[in-house]
Structure formats: structure tokens, C-alpha cells
């Protein structure tokens, strides 16, 4: 072996390091895995512990690894597809009677076996023994960038349409590779901001509530609302409860995420790119994209509990999420959970089960009022002139 | 005055002689030498020294994008001893293991972003740690690869406005959703106006293959140079 040689083996051997992505490295971690800084900082403040919330936490990670790897070994998803993940499992509030709520969200080519692949993703998790979604509904099944960046609002913007958008926004996490999701969900920031003329021809824009997304995710919350009506005489009052009081808790809780995420672009805009950036006037649309795409990595617990930090009261920040910890503690508890998903709403009034989840989401709502309207003078004027019309 | 020009790959697949003997009657002042194939590399190596590449203002080389049988030592040594001194040299970051040997290559190494086959190298978040293992490294912008990873240029923007003093070199090209080179469209010339004014004056690279519609590298370059120049979107409607 020459000198040279064996000099360069040496140089090879001491300096070779893992490639930046190994999935080993701590950049990288699970596919999806879900943090929440601002929450734990915020139960540190107020020297609270919610156990019901760490215990769903902890059952949706869990969760999460399982899928990610089945997902890994079985090499299922394609490249220009995302497995993404939806519901309370996507928002680290994992209990009991959790299904897998999930897409096989695709952005490329058109490929007849993309629906192949969903039903052998299907039939993957159902022999993990992962609870499925409801057949027929919004999720277990494909979607598809196209229709999700191009149709919003309109009358090709169907209610399953917007539900996948805005989820996608406010509580989705993949499992697969991020790119997809990433890349659908940068498409559709982009178009709600592409259609206020202001930003893009105003250059003395320094924060700005963007308007379009902001309505949009009103519109899914009444939609939401609406539909739990409509449901309740479709089913015939099968399930009624444990909708109630979802609608009442989580599903209130992605709205108020959205809108805090839309508000804190006012509150809180983003600074300028950092070192080398050009000496060019600021872009401040894209900066605004940026700051909402970081949003849509959050869960919305995590986004409530950074707002209820800078601009609640300790007690209503307390209030809240004693009332949600009460919520999953709920759900968590199987015989409450059968009790309300067989409950009928002419039994209702009377049953004390479904009075307590009344309580509790009472509790949340006047938390929530307190927190909206009177902690923080700026946060009330901005729902009195954004919230309301 | 821009510093126009084309890889010899777009030219002619691993064919760098035949790439130049095209450009000799052409107006481009700029040329990437690839081997972006380990096969193709030895060749180019060799006959660095005897290219007349006198005509160029800019040239750089491309480095193979992947190297199973060539060492990773032994190919940033025999890049070191027989690229000339000035020369950038543009690397794809995703073979890469042996993060202090090409560090040493300072600011000659040219970095490119990479397209959605690779798992690195795509966005600003990627490349600011890549950069934090090769601090003196530049860019090469491949606004191709940037568009493909973000079509709205939103993370296109975000790199130009972190590292747009690092960029040496930009690479121009359609990439389509198999990652093939394509001609330029109109929707390119949209896209690629949202972050024109964040680009510096820096060398451009066209990966744009010739085409039935333009047939010519001099009718590649004046599209380009409309284009830069603020003209008409309408002019790219080849």
C-alpha cells in the first residue's frame, strides 16, 4: 500500500461522519413526532399538570412511532404521495377510542395505482389493529393537491374539499416523508395571500391579518357546526354526545388555533431574513407565508397555550386547559366514552355524564371569552373588527 | 452584463468535446464542464489541461453526483490537484460523508440545492446546515431544482435572502415532476420573475436542452436574456 494511500484511509477513517440526514442524527427524529414547547413552558408558569393531556400525548407518539414504521418496512407510500394524518391523533391527543384518520395525499402525476396503495395502506393498519375511520368520509382514502390549492371557495370547494384544506393546515402531521405536505401546504398560503392585492402592491407593509385564510377558517368552523346538525338527523341521534361535546372542545380548538395563528401574524409579525439577505425592500408576503407555514407544524394546543402566555391572564390560561385536560380525561375513560357515543339527546338533559361534559365545555367557553374579549385590549379589538364579520 | 452560458451535459450527455465544439459558434461567454456521471469523469479530468476554454469569462466544472466506485477522498484529491486554482467546483450534497474534505476546499466549492429525489440540500433550513459543516462554501442556485420543490418560490426566496452573498452560479432550467430537464415555459418565467430582483449578478448556467422550438444555444441565450431583462412574459411562449 502506497504512502499516499494509506495517508488518505487515515483521513477517511478519522473524519467520515454520518450523512446529515441519518435518520439517527437529532435534526431528524420520527416522521411527524409531535412537540410542544409552548405548552410545557406554559404548565411550568402556571405550576399546573394536566394529566389526561400528558397521557394522550404520550399514547399518540406511541402511536405515531408504530405507524411510522410499518410504514418504513412496508416501503408503502409513494414519492409524490404523503401518508398524513388528521384528528386528535395529528394533535397529540390520543385517547381510548382514538381512530387513524388519514389521507394518501398525492401531488404528481396521476397514477391508477395510487388507489391500490390506499387500500394496501388500509389493509395494513387494520391488521395492526389501528382503529380505522368511518368508510365513505372525508378520510381513509385519497386526496389530491389539485383541487385542494385551486378550489378554494367557489362552487367546486365541496365540504369535504375545505375540511381537507383546512385540516391540512391546522391539524395534519405526516408520516411519511414532510415534502408533499409541505409543498400543498405552501401552494394553498400562498394562494390565500396571492389574492390580497394589498400585500402584494403595498410596500410599506409591516403586519397584516391575512384576510382570506382567516375567513376561510371561520367558514370551516361554522361548517363544522353545521354539519354536527345535519348529522344528528342523519344518523338519527346515533352518536349525537360524543359529537356534542367534540364540537364543543376540539374542533372549537382548531378554530381558535386558526384564528390565533391569523391574528398573531398581526401581533406578532415576523422579522426579516436573517445574515446575507440582499440589501432589497422586504418581501413581506413571503415572510407572512413563512411565519404561517411554522404555524401549521404546531399543534393546536401548542398554538393556544404560546398565545394564552403573552396575552392571558394566568387564570384563564389556567381555566382553559384545566376545562380541555377534563375533556380528554373523557374520552379517555371507556365506559363514559360508550355511554355518550349510545346516548340518545332526548335522554340527554337528565343524564349526568352528559351534564358534566356540558360543565367542562362551559368551563372552556368562558375561558375562552375572558381570554378574547377582556385579558388583552389588543386581541379583543382584533375579534370585535375581524372576529364578528 | 449578464455572464451567459450552459453545461456541457444539457449539451450533449457525456459528451463535453462534442458540448464544446456546439458552444465554438455561439455567443455564450460562460460553460459548467460535467461529469456528472463517475464514468465520465477521468476523461474530463485528463483533458483539462489541453481545453482551450480561453473564450469564457466563467467556467466551473461539475463534480460526479455520485460516487460508488471512485473514494470519496480520492475524488476530492484528484479534484484538488487537477481542477485549476480559480475554477469552482459544484457539488451535489447528498453523497456526501466526509464533511472536512471538501471543507478545505473553501469558497471554491460550489454547493447546488438539490431537487425532491434527494433528502437534503432542498431548502433554506436544509441548506443552513449544510453550510454549517462547509462555512466557506458557495451556492449554486439551481432555480430548476427550487421550483420543483416549491412552485409558489416562497422557499426560493428564503434561500436567496439567506445565502444570496454565498451564490456563485446559477443553474436555469425546467424541472419537470420525474426531475428531467425541460425546455422553459411561461409558467417558469412567472415563477422565476417573483424572486428576480433578489438574484445576484452572478454567472447563469442554462440545463435547458435544445428543442424542435430552439433548435439554437444562441436563441436559448436571448430567451434568457429577455427574460432577465424584464421583457414580455410572452416571450418565453416558445
Redesign the interface.
Known amino acids: 500500500m502506497s504512502r499516499s494511500t494509506s495517508h488518505?484511509?487515515d483521513?477517511?477513517r478519522a473524519?467520515?461522519?454520518?450523512?446529515?440526514?441519518d435518520p439517527s442524527a437529532p435534526?431528524i427524529g420520527i416522521h411527524g413526532e409531535i412537540q410542544t414547547p409552548a405548552l410545557h413552558a406554559l404548565g411550568k408558569k402556571l405550576d399546573q399538570r394536566w394529566p389526561a393531556l400528558e397521557k394522550a400525548q404520550a399514547q399518540a407518539r406511541d402511536r405515531i412511532r408504530q405507524i411510522s414504521q410499518i410504514l418504513q418496512d412496508d416501503k408503502l407510500i409513494p414519492?409524490?404521495a404523503g401518508f398524513v394524518i388528521f384528528g386528535s391523533l395529528a394533535r397529540g391527543e390520543c385517547t381510548s377510542g382514538s381512530d387513524v384518520d388519514w389521507t394518501l395525499l398525492i401531488d404528481?402525476?396521476a397514477d391508477p395505482a395510487h388507489r391500490r396503495v390506499a387500500q394496501q395502506v388500509d389493509q395494513t393498519l387494520v391488521r395492526a389493529k389501528l382503529k380505522q375511520p368511518s368508510p365513505g368520509g372525508v378520510f381513509g382514502n385519497l386526496a389530491f393537491s389539485h383541487s385542494i390549492i385551486h378550489d378554494i371557495g367557489g362552487q367546486n370547494d365541496t365540504n369535504q374539499n375545505i375540511t381537507q384544506r383546512i385540516l391540512l393546515l391546522l391539524e395534519s402531521r405526516s408520516l411519511s416523508?414532510d415534502?408533499v405536505r409541505r409543498?400543498v401546504i405552501?401552494?394553498v398560503?400562498?394562494r390565500y395571500l396571492e389574492e390580497d392585492i394589498s400585500l402584494l402592491t403595498r410596500t410599506d407593509v409591516k403586519r397584516w391579518i391575512p384576510l382570506f385564510l382567516l375567513n376561510d377558517v371561520a367558514r370551516f368552523w361554522r361548517t363544522m357546526a353545521v354539519d354536527y346538525a345535519s348529522k344528528r338527523q342523519e344518523r338519527a341521534g346515533q352518536g349525537w354526545a360524543i359529537r356534542n361535546v367534540k364540537l364543543r372542545m376540539s374542533r372549537k380548538l382548531i378554530f381558535v388555533s386558526g384564528m390565533l395563528a391569523c391574528f398573531n401574524c398581526y401581533l406578532c409579525p415576523a422579522q426579516e431574513?436573517?445574515?446575507?439577505?440582499?440589501s432589497?425592500a422586504p418581501?413581506y408576503g413571503?415572510r407572512l407565508?413563512?411565519q404561517l407555514?411554522s404555524y401549521t407544524n404546531r399543534t393546536p394546543l401548542d398554538i393556544v397555550a404560546q398565545a394564552l402566555d403573552q396575552y392571558a391572564k394566568k387564570e384563564t390560561a389556567a381555566q382553559l386547559f384545566a376545562a380541555y385536560d377534563g375533556f380528554l380525561a373523557l374520552l379517555d375513560d371507556e365506559d363514559t366514552r360508550r355511554h355518550l357515543e349510545h346516548l340518545q339527546p332526548e335522554a340527554a338533559v337528565k343524564d349526568r355524564i352528559f351534564q358534566h361534559t356540558r360543565d367542562v365545555s362551559h368551563a372552556f367557553q368562558g375561558a375562552l371569552d375572558t381570554f378574547f374579549f377582556d385579558d388583552h385590549p389588543e386581541l379583543s379589538k382584533l375579534v370585535r373588527r375581524y372576529g364578528v364579520f | 452584463m449578464l455572464t451567459l452560458g450552459i453545461s456541457t451535459g444539457a449539451l450533449a450527455h457525456g459528451d463535453f468535446r462534442k458540448a464544446l465544439h456546439m458552444m465554438e459558434a455561439s455567443r455564450a461567454d460562460a460553460v459548467e464542464l460535467s461529469a456528472l456521471r463517475e464514468t465520465e469523469f477521468p476523461s474530463l479530468l485528463r483533458s483539462l489541461q489541453e481545453l482551450d476554454l480561453s473564450r469564457y469569462r466563467y467556467v466551473s466544472l461539475h463534480a460526479p453526483s455520485r460516487y460508488e466506485s471512485l473514494a470519496e477522498v480520492h475524488l476530492a484529491d484528484q479534484l484538488e490537484r487537477l481542477v485549476p486554482g480559480d475554477m469552482p467546483i459544484v457539488v451535489h450534497p447528498t453523497p456526501i460523508r466526509n464533511w472536512p474534505v471538501w471543507a478545505r476546499f473553501g469558497s471554491r466549492l460550489c454547493v447546488e440545492n438539490m431537487d425532491k429525489r434527494n433528502p437534503m440540500g432542498r431548502t433554506a433550513e436544509e441548506l443552513d446546515r449544510i453550510f454549517t459543516r462547509l462555512p466557506e462554501a458557495t451556492l449554486c442556485l439551481d432555480l430548476g431544482h427550487a421550483r420543483q420543490i416549491d412552485p409558489t418560490m416562497t422557499e426560493t426566496d428564503l434561500i436567496l435572502r439567506k445565502f444570496g452573498n454565498r451564490v456563485k452560479q446559477i443553474h436555469i432550467s425546467e424541472v419537470d415532476a420525474s426531475c428531467t430537464h425541460r425546455p422553459l415555459t411561461w409558467a417558469w418565467s412567472l415563477a422565476f420573475h417573483k424572486v428576480a430582483a433578489l438574484i445576484p449578478n452572478v454567472p447563469i448556467i442554462l440545463e435547458t436542452p435544445l428543442s424542435p422550438d430552439c433548435p439554437s444555444i444562441n436563441g436559448l441565450l436571448d430567451i434568457v436574456e429577455d427574460m432577465w431583462s424584464g421583457q414580455s412574459l410572452g416571450a418565453l411562449a416558445v
Open positions: 488518505a484511509d483521513r477517511n473524519s467520515v461522519s454520518p450523512p446529515i440526514l435534526e414519492s409524490d404528481g402525476q416523508s415534502d409543498r405552501g401552494g398560503l400562498n431574513a436573517g445574515d446575507g439577505a440582499p432589497i418581501n413571503v407565508i413563512a407555514r
